[in-house]
Structures are given as C-alpha cells and as structure tokens.
C-alpha cells in the first residue's frame, strides 16, 4: 500500500471547518484513501473513504485532488469532541485488509 | 447494536509473567483483527482471522505471542513471557468481510483496547 505524510498537529477554532492534509503521492489506481480517527483512550473510528471523487457523509468530506496524490478531510463545523488523532491510510481493493497506521494529525479544536 | 467488547481494560503485570486478552467482536463479523499501539504512535496489526483461520500473522511475535479464535467467534491473544517493550495498547477490531472490496468499503470497528503494562 502507499505511504501516506501528514502533518503532526493542526489546532482549529471551534465551530469553523477543520480542514486536515493528506499527502499520497505514490498511490496507485487501484487504491483508496481512507480516514480514521481516535479520541483520547478509545478505539479507533471509521469516517470516510474514497477512490478519486470526492466524498461527503453524516460525519465529514472527502476531497481528493484530480491526481489523487493528495486528499483533504473536511470537518465542517468542528465541535470539542472532535478532538482526536486522525489517520490517512491507503488500502489495495481486493487487498488485504489490515490497516497500516502512521503516526497521524493529532487535531486540537480550540474553544 | 453491541460494539467490540475487551477484557481487560487494564493490566499491570511484571516482566516474564503472563497475560491474556479477551475479545468478543461483533454479531455476525467473520474477520477479527488484533493490533498493538504502543504510546504515541499508530496500532500495528498483530493477527488478522478469518472466521477461525489465520489470514495474516507476519507481525506476531511468534516467540512469545499466540492468538486464537476458536469456534469462529471469540479470541484471546496471549503474551508468554511478557517484556518491558509489550507495553501498549492492545486493540481488537472486526468486520464483516476480511478484504476491501470493489467498493472500497468493509470498515473496521474498534474495541476499546486493553492497556498493559510491564514493570
């Protein structure tokens, strides 16, 4: 799968949109772009994922660069609870399916 | 419906002793996943099961580590004899198929983890 870069932190003021980098340069076609987070002392939580259009649920956006060598996940009225490391992860369709987890944005909304 | 469930939340054990985690994945789940997620980095997949069988186990400490899914549905991961360096946290996740699909899609839910800690 392809290595993903983020930043190490980001801080964003309450009830603005969080808008959190993703950088995928060597992905390949037949990759997506998923995004997790994990708030403080739980489990790791599914948001999003997306091949090359972009993507919106309940939760957030997904926008992916026409190249897909970056992507960006819009959160877009960010709360305190959204507080939380947040994860860019490429996975293979039809691959196999563990995660491969970096080391993420840790994201600070400020009050 | 019920999330995953691990027992327990917190363990202190000292080096070369034992230990045992617990997981019981979501209803109707056939892929359960163990991870490691040692302080301040990302969790590292440990084992991967499908149904009762091993799909992935490249990462498994094989030395001192051993996990089991009997009967297709529980699973404990065990750690025999524990080192200061096992101390993290051990997070079990299911799904309900063991690969992304055409769709992309078969997300993975997280169980609340279990922290150890080796003195």
């Not at chain 1, 964003?12 to 708030?39: D, F, K, M």
């Not at chain 2, 419906?1 to 997981?23: D, L, N, T």
């Not at chain 2, 004899?81 to 063991?98: Q, R």
């Amino acid at each position: 799968d392809a290595k993903t870069t983020q930043p190490t932190s980001m801080d964003c003021a309450e009830g603005r949109a969080a808008n959190l980098p993703c950088n995928h340069s060597t992905i390949s076609g037949n990759e997506y772009v998923y995004w997790y987070r994990q708030i403080h002392s739980q489990g790791p939580q599914y948001i999003i994922h997306g091949l090359k259009n972009n993507e919106t649920n309940e939760m957030a956006s997904l926008i992916i660069t026409e190249d897909r060598k970056s992507s960006t996940l819009i959160l877009p009225h960010a709360t305190l609870r959204d507080t939380a490391v947040y994860y860019c992860i490429v996975r293979s369709r039809g691959g196999a399916d563990g995660l491969t987890f970096g080391k993420g944005t840790h994201l600070i909304i400020q009050p | 419906e019920a999330g995953v469930a691990q027992s327990p939340r917190y363990k202190i054990i000292e080096k070369r002793q034992s230990v045992a985690f617990w997981c019981n994945p979501i209803s109707g789940h056939a892929t359960l996943y163990w991870y490691q997620q040692i302080l301040g980095q990302g969790p590292k997949l440990l084992i991967q099961f499908q149904n009762n069988g091993v799909v992935d186990d490249s990462q498994l400490p094989k030395d001192r580590f051993s996990a089991e899914r009997l009967k297709g549905v529980d699973s404990t991961l065990k750690i025999q004899p524990a080192k200061l360096e096992d101390s993290a946290v051990y997070l079990c996740a299911s799904s309900l198929v063991g690969r992304v699909g055409l769709a992309g899609g078969n997300e993975q839910f997280f169980g609340p983890g279990t922290r150890l800690t080796v003195l």
